[in-house]
């Protein structure tokens, strides 16, 4: 049988999942941030929809997204660095990187009285934009282009490497997602049977052979390439390869 053309089934690679900073509901609340193919494949575009969070229906409201929490020295070993989506005063936003451009403490959200975001660890503060307002800082945190249409912000994710590879197995029998799974990084499957239509979390086997019930896969080293396998579904459609996501 002729293997599936992979730029044919995977449109599209989705973030998607929120869980609670407050650490009781970890993970919960999925919601779903679309990740489409950019020209390149080392770099992704993630769509966020600024409605899904509270804190940005508010002037100068911030949300933190990572992919994993902060660790006590309030620094971070994933692989997708936290971001930073303020509102300003109006109906504008920006996106930055949310390291620090001293250590690499992991910034705090954006302070509406102040207009700062505060690094915790030796107190550098930074402009609403990204800009020092004073250090020890001596750069800007890095900003992220976006465009938007309505609520939903494209981002450009440079250094993503998120390409997906879709094969049947070699027993023919399943279909094989492989990709470059990163440290600190939860994956899930979804599939939907239109481009536009709902996504639907599958389980999958981490061998060819095994049983088609796990639901996450987390990257335990950067670098590796991961073979997911996926039962056939009856219908045509995408799958997508997740990366969970959420304020952290
Ligand atoms: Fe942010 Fe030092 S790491 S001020």
């Known amino acids: 049988m002729k293997a ?32 489409q193919q950019a020209p390149a494949f080392w770099e992704g575009v993630l769509k966020i929809d600024v409605n899904a969070f509270p804190a ?8 933190r997204i990572g992919t994993f929490p902060i660790g006590a020295n309030q620094k971070t070993e994933a692989w997708l660095k936290p971001m930073m989506i303020n509102r300003g005063e109006g109906d504008d936003f920006y996106v930055v990187s949310a390291v620090c451009t001293h250590e690499e403490c992991i910034v705090r959200r954006l302070d509406a009285g102040s207009r700062a975001m505060v690094c915790p660890c030796h107190g550098s503060a930074f402009e609403i934009d990204g800009q020092v307002r004073n250090g020890p800082a001596g750069f800007p945190l890095p900003s992220f282009e976006f465009t938007r249409q ?7 994710v440079p250094q993503l490497f998120y390409d997906v590879t879709v094969a049947q197995s070699a027993s023919k029998a399943r279909i094989e997602l492989r ?30 052979g095994g049983p088609a019930t796990t639901s996450e896969f987390t990257g335990t080293i ?6 997911l396998f996926v039962d056939k579904p009856g219908a045509h459609g995408f799958f997508q390869v997740a990366v969970k996501t959420g304020e952290v």
């Open 150 to 156: 309505g609520s939903v912000l494209s981002i450009s």
């Open 222 to 227: 950067n670098s590796e390439y991961v073979s």
């Open 4 to 35: 599936v053309s992979r730029r044919e089934v995977i449109k599209t690679f989705a973030l998607g999942a929120v869980f609670s900073s407050l650490g009781a509901k970890s993970w919960a609340d999925s919601l779903l941030f679309e990740l």
């Open 56 to 63: 940005l229906a508010e002037p100068l409201g911030s949300v």
């Open 179 to 208: 990709f470059v799974a990163f440290f600190q990084t939860v994956y899930e499957v979804y599939f939907r049977e239109t481009i536009d239509g709902p996504a639907q979390r599958v389980d999958f086997a981490v061998t060819e």
